[in-house]
């Protein structure tokens, strides 16, 4: 069998001291995912492809709804959409027993051809238009109001429809982060949320059923879900006691972190993202407190993505080209960039080589092919010397890239699935130039041009 | 003004005519009403029994005794035996009639007293003690009464002339039958056994068993056969076996060997008590029937619990009434009473050790179960399992699993490293809640400092009150429960009865819902958690209405549902212009329709059958079974005839299995709704052969806003027999 050549790298030494960027072990090459080889993969489905595992899909699933059910009594996690729109994806989450939870109109509609039912339905985000809202209440949605003018648009509904209506609000607070979310929602320190609980309450056509308060993205710290569940539980008891209402929900958002690396974090993802059981005991410690209500404990919902899901997703990537840059570093270009993976811009994702390797490495900065400056995958790596043709292993990718991608430049890659039975599926094909023109309507004047 | 004449009418009508049923122990009228004919029969002891119960009644309401009570009869039976026994000895002057007022004032405070002193100091009826004691009093009273004539025989109205020849034994028994009223003549006797069997088939059977065995004993022991004919022994006889088989004590083939067996004590008891007071002229009256039966039932308070023979501890109907309710309350509920324990805490926990462990839970201490978090890998560890904190079940809050008061509260003892155990401070941290007068529960290895309870605060089921740790006799973080008798550290535990939950065997089985018996070893289990669509899909509220169209093959109609509250506190649905009641409760995280009365072919029966048991925890495809009673399946011969055998053998079994469908779209009249539905499938089952095995299905939908919304019952031969659409 032909052995692989690998290219030879010149380092400098430094004499009489330790050399940082000597030989590393800590690499290995993954040359399979969940025991199916890469090269088998590419081989049947090209390269770039997404490669999600089921098994850790609902690995992560279990793991959060355990951390959370042994801590307090009644849990629905609800399947943040705007994560993955793959409706594989999202299937495997509601076999597991999760509800939706969508941002528009256009999110809602995928719930629905999704096949779930309309009360199992989270309807948030700050643009509903009242045809959205309509089809919500007509279909028993949960939703929660961002902002006055929907408040308004919701009594309009309730007077078309002569009974009153349930809803939600969003409420923002400051949990100690250093940047609250103050543009969602109403303001919990300065009384705006009390003043639209009142307002809902004393036009006697909205029934107020639940709050909804989602602090941020990707939080290290757990301390910032006690801060926040501890002021909602605050305001919680405040509102049913002054309003005479009774909550049946508190949906804390999501907003939990995955394995991943931020660009300016300087330890790595594994050692410092909380586990699931951190943030539950944060929430659920301070939510106890709710036992002696009349009604009981409310339903607290939870509304992660990434954390469910982003471990579970991996990229094949073929280097197609590989070039000495002038500042010293070796340049990989791979077949895929920030056209399908956004995420890059606010991770450092792993690369690994999905092939043996010596053990020699070179400082390397990985580019995507788009003809674009930043497309950047990985800044500064240490990676083995690469050919063309080699394939390496980016994750964790699972979420948010197969939503936010583009389709611009490169096709949009394939996706497949891999099952707890080792069975691969594909879930998504591959694009073509056609799903970019079926769109299109060219006036006739503009016709097929090109020499006549 | 009418409306309350004839409020005050109906009470005077069931207190009047429930107070001669009493005397047969049945509820219903028409044995009060045959009763009451028959001790016409002589117009003087007619006149008698209807003065003193009429007495009795009336002063009882005069003195503002409890108006219920009176209504049942209570205050007036042993006032009636007591006007019957005098004017049996008695000639019908007007002296008799004062004696009779004043007897009835006495019957009635004895009674009053009686009935509150042994219901309080021994849980026993009173029988017809006051009566006895009543009578005995009059007559040794009356003994210096002069204008009392002593009436010297009885003489029947009608005579010894029959139109048919009754064969001599027979004649014997229904004599001693009609002397229950006093009358002892074969025509009282006849009618009196004609109402119990009219009544209660097993009632008659005890009767005529009890009576045998009686005869048999006396006859082997050589007694002489003219005892039998008189005064009340034949009663006694008949009286203790009626109350010990069926009455007091759930029928069953057990029960009849004690109704047979206290029968011969009855004639025991008679005997010496002929002895004793046959010189004195007072006669023994029922008082063989009531010391023996008081003695048996007092006596099997103290048994151990025996599904093969048991006390009716609930109020007592007909012992086919008591057999129903024992035989469905248990199947479907388990024990009734008691303290029913939830696990000690939130989510799913794994069984570590169950009963009869391989550990620790050994001899006295069998009944324990200590509990852990495992993940899907069945690991109870993340990462290493070198930290405490590696530990899922490390620090979840433990809660207490039933209403209780805390007895004691060890809070100082250190969690064990990983690799050392505290075989000195074999509990570690525990509490200690009382939950009743013999019932204590234990849950131990909790964390140091984290028990948020102290000495004498009350708790309520599902309060935190502290955390799980790794202390004591503990080798990785895990809660141990126990329940005992008392509170100390060495008692014996017992075997609890454990609210319904949910069970399965791995990550990947499905979830059952477990009914009677306790959680087992490795076994992934958590509490019924309410779910709040569930929960608002079958509530019913007092005053709540719905409106079905309902359809059946040939009919089409529209009922009403009230759900309203009877005097007892229970909760139930009445179906107009049907007529049907289903009574129905909801606890412990259930729905249970205990009973349903009427038609069977309503919308509510449809509810009744098909929604009879249904766990407010929505869990998708889970699946569960419940017990219905035959009644519903068959008609009125064929129940006569299942009754009478079902001491000794169920003729019929109705099982039904039901099952959760996930939340769906669901057409109806007007629109859709997205709810689940409750699909059952009932297998009326006879116990011989395939002849009457049927299944029937049925399909209810709940919607959370509207409750059930639709339902339809498919018969056996698949065709739909009823659909109902709710009206919004």
């Known amino acids: 069998m032909k052995e692989r050549y690998e290219r030879p790298i010149i380092q400098p030494q430094q004499p009489y001291q330790m050399n940082p960027f000597g030989r590393t072990a800590a690499l290995e090459a993954m040359t399979a995912i969940e025991s199916v080889a890469v090269s088998e993969l590419v081989a049947q489905y090209g390269s770039p492809l997404f490669v999600f595992s089921e098994r850790s899909l609902r690995h992560q699933y279990r793991a959060a709804r355990r951390a959370f059910t042994v801590r307090y009594p009644k849990v629905q996690f609800a399947w943040s959409y705007k994560t993955n729109y793959l409706q594989s994806i999202c299937a495997v989450f509601h076999q597991e027993g999760a509800w939706a939870e969508v941002v528009s109109e256009f999110e809602y509609a995928m719930a629905r051809r999704q096949g779930i039912a309309g009360p199992h339905i989270i309807f948030n985000g700050p643009f509903k238009s009242k045809a959205a809202l309509c089809r919500a209440v007509t279909e028993g949605a949960i939703i929660n109001l961002d902002c006055t003018d929907e408040l308004e648009t919701m009594l309009d509904i309730a007077d078309d429809l002569g009974r009153p209506l349930t809803v939600g609000f969003r409420v923002n607070l400051d949990a100690g982060l250093p940047q609250s979310w103050n543009r969602f929602g109403f303001n919990l320190e300065n009384g705006e949320a009390r003043d639209a609980v009142r307002l809902a309450v004393e036009s006697g056509k909205l029934i107020v059923r639940g709050l909804h308060c989602h602090v941020g993205t990707f939080i290290l710290d757990p301390e910032v879900y006690r801060r926040q569940a501890k002021k909602l539980t605050v305001f919680t008891q405040e509102i049913e006691a002054d309003f005479g209402i009774e909550l049946t929900y508190l949906d804390l958002g999501g907003g939990f972190a995955s394995t991943n690396t931020l660009q300016a974090q300087y330890l790595a993802g594994e050692q410092i993202t909380p586990s699931f059981d951190q943030y539950a005991e944060a929430i659920c410690s301070e939510l106890l407190a709710l036992q002696s209500r009349p009604a009981g404990f409310p339903l607290l919902i939870l509304e992660s993505g990434r954390a469910l899901v982003d471990e579970a997703g991996s990229l094949i990537a073929t280097v197609v080209a590989t070039k000495p840059l002038p500042i010293g570093m070796r340049g990989v270009v791979l077949d895929v960039g920030l056209n399908a993976l956004y995420t890059a811009t606010w991770y450092r994702h792993q690369v690994i080589p999905a092939q043996s390797f010596s053990g020699f490495m070179e400082e390397s900065v990985v580019y995507g092919p788009l003809c674009m400056n930043i497309d950047v995958v990985r800044d500064t790596v240490m990676l083995p010397p690469l050919g063309l043709g080699d394939r390496v292993l980016i994750k964790p990718v699972g979420a948010y890239n197969t939503s936010q991608w583009m389709q611009w430049i490169q096709a949009r890659p394939a996706v497949v699935l891999i099952s707890e039975q080792g069975e691969v599926d594909l879930i998504r094909e591959r694009e073509t130039i056609e799903d970019l023109a079926h769109r299109e309507r060219v006036p006739s004047r503009l016709g097929q041009s090109g020499a006549s | ?728």
């Not at chain 2, 550990?359 to 201490?365: A, E, L, S």
């Not at chain 2, 095995?693 to 806003?705: E, F, G, N, Y």
């Open chain 2, 1 to 728: 003004m009418l409306a309350r004449l004839g409020t005050h009418l109906k009470f005077w009508y069931d207190a009047t005519l429930l107070s001669y049923a009493q005397i047969l122990f049945t509820k219903r009228h028409l044995t009060g009403w045959i009763a009451l004919g028959v001790t016409f029969l002589d117009f003087k002891m007619g006149l008698a029994g209807c003065c003193a119960v009429l007495a009795s009644n009336g002063l009882a309401l005069l003195f503002k005794f409890n108006h219920d009570t009176i209504r049942t009869g209570h205050y007036g039976f042993n006032a009636l035996l007591l006007g019957l026994a005098l004017a049996y000895r008695y000639d019908l002057t007007g002296s008799l009639f004062i004696l009779i007022l004043v007897g009835s004032l006495l019957t009635l405070l004895v009674t009053v007293s009686l009935t509150s002193f042994m219901s309080y100091y021994v849980q026993l009826p009173i029988l017809s003690l006051p009566f006895v004691l009543v009578t005995h009093l009059c007559y040794l009273a009356g003994t210096s009464a002069t204008s009392l004539g002593l009436h010297p025989k009885f003489l029947s109205l009608i005579g010894n002339t029959l139109p048919v020849t009754v064969p001599s034994l027979l004649e014997i028994f229904f004599r001693a039958v009609g002397a229950i009223l006093f009358i002892p003549s074969v025509e009282a006797g006849a009618l009196i056994f004609l109402s119990l069997l009219l009544v209660s088939r097993l009632l008659a059977i005890f009767a005529v068993l009890g009576y045998a065995v009686g005869v048999v004993f006396l006859l082997g022991l050589g007694v002489a056969p003219e005892i039998l004919n008189s005064g009340m022994f034949g009663v006694n006889l008949m009286l203790t076996a009626m109350a010990l088989g069926g009455v007091f004590v759930i029928p069953s083939p057990w029960s009849y060997v004690l109704a047979g067996t206290g029968a011969m004590l009855c004639a025991l008891m008679g005997l010496a008590g002929n002895a004793l007071l046959g010189s004195s002229g007072l006669p023994l009256l029922t008082a063989p029937f009531i010391m023996t039966g008081l003695l048996v039932l007092y006596a099997m308070k103290f048994r151990e619990f025996s599904p093969t023979l048991q006390l009716v501890t609930f109020l007592p109907g007909t012992p086919e009434e008591n057999l129903d309710f024992a035989v469905t309350q248990v199947k479907r509920f388990g024990s009734y009473g008691g303290v029913r324990f939830s696990f000690p805490f939130y989510g799913e926990w794994t069984v570590s050790q169950g009963v009869h462990g391989a550990h620790t839970h050994k001899g006295p201490w069998s009944y324990a179960w200590d509990f852990l978090v495992h993940d899907e890998t069945g690991q109870s560890f993340r990462h290493t399992g070198q930290q405490l904190t590696d530990y899922y079940a490390y620090q979840l809050p433990v809660l207490a699993p039933a209403d209780g008061t805390v007895v004691e509260v060890v809070n100082w003892v250190e969690d064990n490293a990983l690799g050392f155990i505290n075989t000195k401070e074999n509990w570690g941290n525990k509490v200690v809640l009382r939950h009743a007068s013999q019932t204590y529960s234990v849950l131990a290895h909790l964390s140091p400092k984290s028990i948020r309870v102290r000495v004498g605060d009350m708790v309520r089921r599902g309060d935190c009150i502290g955390l799980c740790g790794n202390s004591g006799r503990s080798v990785e973080p895990h809660v141990h429960f126990q329940v005992q008798s008392g509170p100390d550290r060495l008692a014996h535990t017992l075997a609890p009865t454990f609210t319904r939950f949910l069970q399965r065997a791995s990550a990947d089985q499905p979830l059952v819902l477990v009914q009677q018996s306790g959680p087992e070893t490795w076994m992934h289990v958590q509490n019924l958690n309410a779910d709040d669509r569930l929960v608002s899909a079958l509530s019913f509220p007092i005053g709540k209405c719905f409106r079905f169209q309902v359809h059946t093959a040939t009919r089409t109609w529209e009922e009403k549902w009230v759900v309203t509250v009877d005097f007892s506190g229970t909760l139930f649905i009445e179906s107009i212009p049907t007529g049907a009641c289903a009574w129905i409760a909801i606890n412990e995280g259930t729905f249970t329709v205990l009973s349903y009365m009427g038609h069977t072919e309503t919308a509510l029966f449809v509810l009744a059958i098909g929604a009879s048991l249904v766990p407010l925890t929505y869990t998708e495809q889970l699946v569960w079974s419940d017990v219905l009673p035959y009644r519903y399946f068959s008609s009125r011969i064929l129940r006569g005839a299942i009754e009478i055998v079902r001491p000794l053998l169920d003729l019929v079994t109705v099982d039904s299995q039901l099952r959760f469908e996930r939340f769906a779209d669901h057409p109806l009249a007007g629109g859709s709704v997205t709810a689940c539905s409750v699909s059952t499938a009932i297998t009326v089952k006879p116990v011989v052969g395939r002849w009457g095995h049927r299944i029937w299905k049925s399909v209810i939908v709940l919607d959370p806003i509207q409750g059930p919304c639709s339902l339809r019952l498919y018969a056996p031969n698949g065709t739909v027999k009823i659909e109902a659409q709710i009206i919004p």
